[in-house]
C-alpha cells in the first residue's frame, strides 16, 4: 500500500528566504509523485510532478522537487520565498497502473513573514 | 473560460436532511472525482467516476451517493447517514480514466455546514 508522510504541519519563513517543505512516501512500486498547492478557500492547483523521467522536477512559480529514491523523498523547494507563496501544500503519491488512486498527505501550510 | 464549478460555495444541512452538492466540467474530461477535505487530514476520496454512467466507490463512500448521467456533471449527494458531514468537498476531473500520470483539476469547493 502506498502513503505519505509530511512530518510538518506548519513551516514559517521570511520573504526572500529559502523554502524547504518535506515528504516521504512509501510506495510498493515505482510511484508518480505530485506536489499541489491550496490557496484559502481554493481548489487545488498542479505544481510539479514526478514521472520516473529527470530526478529533478522543476514547477511553476519557481518551485522545484527532487526525487530521491534512496532516501523515499521528495521534498519540495525554492530559492525565494514571496508573500503570494503563502498557502497549503500537499504531496501526493500513485502507484502505477490502471486504476491507481491518489494518495494525498496532511498538507503543510506555509506562512510567509513580511 | 473552460473549468470546474462547484456550486453552491456553502452550503448548510439541517439535521435528518439530504443535500446535493453540483459538479460541472466543461473541460470534456472522462474522469470525475469527489473528495472530502478535513482540516489537518488532507483529502480523501469519497467517489470517483471513469465513464458516464458508471462511478465506483473511494475509500470513505458511506453515507454519501453519486451519478454521472452525463459526461460534464457529476453531483454529490449527503445523505442523513453522513452522521459527520461538515467539511470542504473538493470536485475535480482527469482527461482520462483514473491513472498514475494524470494531472487533476479542481473545483473551488463547496464548504457543508450543519445547523
Known amino acids: 500500500a502506498q502513503s505519505v508522510t509530511q512530518l510538518d504541519s506548519h513551516v514559517s519563513v521570511s520573504e526572500g528566504t529559502p523554502v524547504l517543505l518535506r515528504c516521504n512516501y512509501s510506495?510498493?512500486?515505482?510511484?508518480?509523485l505530485f506536489w499541489y498547492v491550496q490557496h484559502p478557500n481554493k481548489g487545488l492547483q498542479l505544481l510539479l510532478k514526478y514521472t520516473s523521467a529527470a530526478t529533478l522536477v522543476k514547477g511553476i512559480n519557481g518551485f522545484e522537487a527532487e526525487f530521491k529514491k534512496s532516501e523515499t523523498s521528495f521534498h519540495l523547494t525554492k530559492p525565494s520565498a514571496h508573500m503570494s507563496d503563502a498557502a497549503e501544500y500537499f504531496c501526493?503519491?500513485?502507484?502505477?497502473?490502471?486504476?491507481?488512486?491518489?494518495?494525498f498527505g496532511k498538507g503543510i501550510t506555509l506562512s510567509v513573514r513580511p | 473560460d473552460g473549468g470546474i464549478t462547484q456550486s453552491p460555495k456553502y452550503l448548510f444541512r439541517k439535521e435528518g436532511q439530504n443535500v446535493t452538492l453540483s459538479c460541472e466540467q466543461n473541460l470534456n474530461h472522462d474522469a470525475m472525482y469527489w473528495y472530502r477535505q478535513d482540516p489537518g487530514q488532507g483529502l480523501r476520496l469519497i467517489y470517483y467516476?471513469?465513464?458516464?454512467?458508471?462511478?465506483q466507490k473511494g475509500d470513505i463512500a458511506e453515507g454519501y451517493s453519486v451519478s454521472r448521467e452525463k459526461k460534464e456533471s457529476f453531483p454529490l449527494t449527503v445523505t442523513s447517514a453522513q452522521k459527520n458531514p461538515t467539511a470542504f468537498y473538493l470536485c475535480a476531473s482527469s482527461p482520462r480514466r483514473v491513472g498514475a500520470n494524470e494531472k487533476l483539476f479542481f473545483g473551488s469547493g463547496t464548504q457543508l455546514s450543519v445547523l
Open positions: 510506495s510498493s512500486y515505482s510511484p508518480s
Open positions: 501526493v503519491v500513485s502507484e502505477k497502473g490502471a486504476n491507481s488512486k491518489l494518495t
Open positions: 467516476s471513469q465513464i458516464v454512467n458508471d462511478f
